[in-house]
């Protein structure tokens, strides 16, 4: 797709992969602006059921380009092509650029799974928070960096970390920028499984996510997305609403039928 990310699309799959191997996956602006452009295809993708995001080369991401923290310290506030004072700036929705790189995922209205290995560290460890699902490798090495340079996770961490994790564990390794591995990532809550085949045992997971009715998959992705923003009678009857949306319809029937008579189910996209 472009020299930073390739994606291709096969049995309803979308096989997401950052390819600047010769900067661990660095984040720059083309990065970023790749990033959002694969999100957007894939959105407009009817095709698609479910996202794997992996990487090429020895890291899942080193971070934010460092050319960008060079430029920091001459005082100019520049990080990823957007300069410190339009951060504050909504260009998507309830988001920045930079935040949208890892929000967009949560958003799409298909599962993303974020198969990581290597080193997340920084605005790494952020875009893999994005996914749904995260398979980790257990020697990875992972940490929100950002006050080793004197700044705050700003794409979207502060807001999604406190879903994954205990509030103490994250002010701990927030405060701190120090290191850890895959296997406390699954310990604190941030990683769903380790694996010493980040990719492969995403791939078979995104497998049987396609298998399922989008209808329902998708719909329950939803309902997932809106419980924080929700009070319990708003959630119980936004599961009842859902549920009535999805009853009945073609997918669902066809569910049904499948799971019946033993075959593969034949949905509609």
């Known amino acids: 797709m472009t020299d930073r ?20 996956n660095a984040l720059d602006s083309e990065m970023m602006s790749s990033i959002i452009d694969t999100i957007q295809k894939i959105d407009a993708d009817p095709s698609v059921r479910c996202v794997v995001i992996s990487a090429d080369g020895r890291a899942f ?26 951060l504050a700036v909504r260009t998507h929705g309830l988001v920045n650029v930079p935040q949208y790189c890892v929000w967009g995922w949560r958003e799409l209205r298909v ?9 997340a560290l920084g605005g790494g460890f952020q875009l893999m928070l994005g996914a749904d699902i995260r398979i980790v490798h257990p020697e990875t ?12 996770p700003d794409m979207s961490a502060t807001t999604i970390m406190r879903l994954c994790a205990r509030e ?17 990532a699954k310990e604190f809550g941030f990683a769903t499984h380790v694996s010493d085949d980040p990719r492969a045992h ?21 309902l997932f997305n809106g419980l924080p923003d929700r009070t319990e009678a708003e959630a119980l009857l936004a599961e009842s609403e859902a549920q009535d949306n999805v009853i009945g319809q073609p997918n669902q029937v066809e569910a ?14």
């Open 202 to 222: 995403a791939m078979e997971l995104a497998k049987a996510i396609a298998e399922r009715s989008p209808d329902a998959v998708q719909t329950s992705k939803a």
């Open 61 to 86: 991401c080193a971070g934010l380009d460092m050319s960008n923290f060079q430029r920091m310290s001459s005082g100019d506030g520049g990080g990823a092509g957007v300069t410190r004072d339009k």
């Open 141 to 152: 090495k992972l940490a929100i960096l950002e006050s080793r340079w004197g700044l705050v």
């Open 111 to 119: 599962p993303v799974i974020s198969a990581v290995h290597g080193v």
């Open 256 to 269: 049904v039928r499948a799971a019946l008579e033993k075959r593969a189910a034949n949905f509609i996209d």
């Open 168 to 184: 103490d564990i994250i002010r701990e390794l927030t405060y701190t920028g120090r290191f850890f591995s895959g296997e406390e």
């Open 5 to 24: 990310i390739r994606l291709t699309v096969e049995n309803h799959i979308a096989d997401v992969r950052l390819v600047r191997t010769d900067k661990m």
